[in-house]
């Protein structure tokens, strides 16, 4: 199974703060995933990420950015944290299986924006 | 219109019975996942599918690709078993490397 960590699990921050939520894989897997779960919604896709320095955006990104500098981590910046990112963040890996991809989640972060 | 719609969106079962839970999908698909979520808890995938049908345990899941539908079936359900249960599929031509959610169905089984 492929290791994945999320942190920080829980947090609490103020509007108009910069918060930046860490994903990290000790796989070295190519494809990583952001995505915010909230009810009636679903999870949808924030970014992207196919390998070191190559994002891109999903559904929902704006207010959002991501960098990946290292193979492991993939990083996500809310640059100035609202009220509508109280979420639930999940990331993902995704790995190549036989003709499609298997995927592994996080243990989500919980934030929350007051 | 969401590309992937579940029903039902709730199902209260008591222990013993079998649960379907159902997917519809309205385009060609290269996989569809099944996810397991308890209350408060991260995201577990339990089925991978481009065809037929698996199981695992007392789970199985079918796929009919002409009728673009899947169905998870839970067999002698037990308390445990509740969760929300999300379908998720990967468009074909595009990028196969990316999923989009059904919004999930909430399956509480009362003892």
């Known amino acids: 199974d492929a290791g994945i960590t999320q942190s920080p699990r829980h947090k609490v921050t103020e509007t108009g703060t910069p918060v930046t939520l860490r994903c990290h894989q000790t796989?070295?897997?190519?494809?990583m995933y952001w995505y915010r779960q909230d009810p009636g919604h679903g999870l949808r896709l924030i970014h992207y990420s196919y390998g070191v320095k190559d994002t891109d955006k999903g559904e929902v990104s704006d207010g959002y950015s991501v960098s990946r500098s290292k193979t492991e981590d993939f990083l996500l910046t809310l640059e100035s944290a609202t009220s509508s990112q109280t979420s639930v963040y999940f990331c993902a890996i995704s790995v190549r299986q036989g003709e499609a991809y298997g995927y592994t989640f996080g243990s989500g972060t919980r934030l929350t924006v007051v | 219109k969401n590309e992937v719609e579940q029903s039902p969106q709730n199902l209260t079962a008591q222990e013993g019975e079998f649960i379907t839970i159902n997917c519809s999908y309205s385009v060609g698909i290269s996989a569809l996942h099944w996810l397991q979520q308890h209350p408060g808890g991260g995201i577990v995938s339990l089925f991978m599918?481009?065809?037929g049908k698996k199981k695992h345990g007392r789970l199985i899941a079918t796929i009919n690709i002409q009728e673009k539908h899947s169905s998870l079936h839970i067999t002698a359900s037990h308390p445990r078993d509740s969760a929300v249960y999300i379908c998720a599929v990967v468009p074909s031509g595009g990028s196969n490397y990316k999923l989009t959610f059904g919004k999930g169905t909430l399956l509480t089984v009362n003892p």
């Open positions: 599918l481009s065809s």
């Open positions: 796989e070295n897997h190519r494809y």
